[in-house]
């Protein structure tokens, strides 16, 4: 059991649901659900995709409106008619999906429709502005530019910029959906002493996540949701891993990781010094037959590098590929995908659905050969393929007809793996496959990892939760600067190992390589 580091006091709360009731057509999201927020308190909201959390954050919000419920700040009842009502009552989210304007600069977000004024309120104090973003963005002790574009900035830094904006705002309640999805080891470590830091100053914080060992090492007490009820209220469940996973999924769980050892000795791809004009510096590294090989670093140190030269995103300026020991020339990934080799992006969303399709075409879009009838394409073999896969993979029955943007991302992600399943790929690469995505799916994406090696198919798994990294591989390559500095069995690697996969290569040297791999490329 972890003891909170600070103790919220406990008496009338700064804020409360009572009774909160919330229902779509077909559906009731929110069923009687009643919450205590403390002053100066972290409290963890939890639960499986579907359980209620989202529409109940945007009715804090003042997206949605309760169908009925009340909702008290200081003890007085509010009606928070929309965004700006919420704001006004001191309410800040960060949503799982960013709100930023990627034309835009930094600072033009954060300061979105409260820009500082001169000369009377008739122009933009662009200086100030500017000033008061550093000022934020130091407090999260990261280096953005405030004139950077959004557009140019990673997704780490994105959702960096996001909470930024939401802090910027001095609200007396901060609510976080998903805050570190796309941060690493470091920049979570960052928000966290920030997060606690705010705390202190007695605002209330509602934190959302699906990486338990992170909130039970950050939060004070935790609201579990299940099925648009309460399942546990605060105070009622330890702060402890197994004991949340019980709860949030109606039973026990024997393995947090349910990790099969099926690596053969049989090596099936080969990398020999990489090198990539995006980052890849001297990446080498043995693949073998029923192997889970983990890549681990930090963000920005090039695993997602080294995926895309594999699967021919990034053409190769150095160093070479070979499969079953002969060579491999990959002119794009349509090469890749011919050799048997998949991706599962980081970026599902942008990377890797078509999300004006269901299920069907999404998964046969890889292997369009399998869906033909002679030379004309057959819809009903396309819809009997899905339907397998939806049953097998227990993806919802919804995707097969409806648009794969409206199912859950556990879900997108099934339907993703079930894409390559049905091309028979060898070799399946898995960047973050279980980022955003809850406890109930990641078993499911853990059980679909274990039935590939089952079956012989290879795995290079990239993943920024290292419980789950060091867990699931059986082999980890750590990467520092685009390189692989050592390949060692999961067992013998640390978190430290993880978190210190950083710069043990100088910038300048770097800086200098990268411009004579863009020489080579032109």
Known sequence: MTTPSHGPSRGEPLW?????????????????????????????LLGENGCGKSTLIKILSGVNQPDSGQILHRGRAVVLSGPTAARSEGVATVFQEFSLIPQLTVAENIFMGRHPTR???LLVDWKRMAG??????????????????VADLSVAEQQLVEIAKALSQEAELLILDEPTTALGQEEIAILHGLLRSIRGRGVSILYISHRLDEVVELVDTITILKDGCVASRSGETRLDVGEIVGRMIGGGVREHYPKERNATAEVVLQARALRTAERVRDASFE????????????????????????????RLTGGELLLDGRPLRLRGPADAIRAGIALVPENRKYDGLFFNFNAGPNITMAHIGGVLSGPFFDHGKEDRAAAAYIRDLEITPLAAHKFVNLISGGNQQKVLI??????????????????????????????????????GKSVLLISSDHNELIAMSDRIAIVQHGRITSVRPATEVTHTDLVSASGTVHSIDAAREAANDLRRVA
């Not at 983990?294 to 995926?307: D, F, H, M, Q, Y």
């Not at 279980?434 to 059980?447: E, F, N, P, S």
């Open 287 to 314: 693949l073998r037959r029923g192997e889970v090989l983990g890549l681990g670093g930090v963000i920005g140190s090039g695993r997602t590098e080294i995926a895309r030269a594999v699967f021919g995103a990034d």
């Open 119 to 121: 000369a009377g309120g």
């Open 132 to 149: 008061a973003t550093r000022d934020i963005l130091q407090q999260l002790a990261i280096e953005i530019d405030p004139e950077a574009r």
């Open 16 to 44: 409360e649901l009572r009774r909160i009731c919330k229902s779509f057509p077909g559906v009731r999201a929110n069923n009687d659900i009643s919450l205590r927020l403390q002053a100066g308190e972290i409290h963890g």
């Open 418 to 455: 079930a894409r390559w399943l049905f091309r028979d790929a060898r070799i399946v690469i898995l960047d973050e496959p279980t980022q955003g995505i809850d406890i109930g799916a990641k078993l499911a994406v853990y059980r679909l990892i274990n039935a590939l090696t089952r079956a």
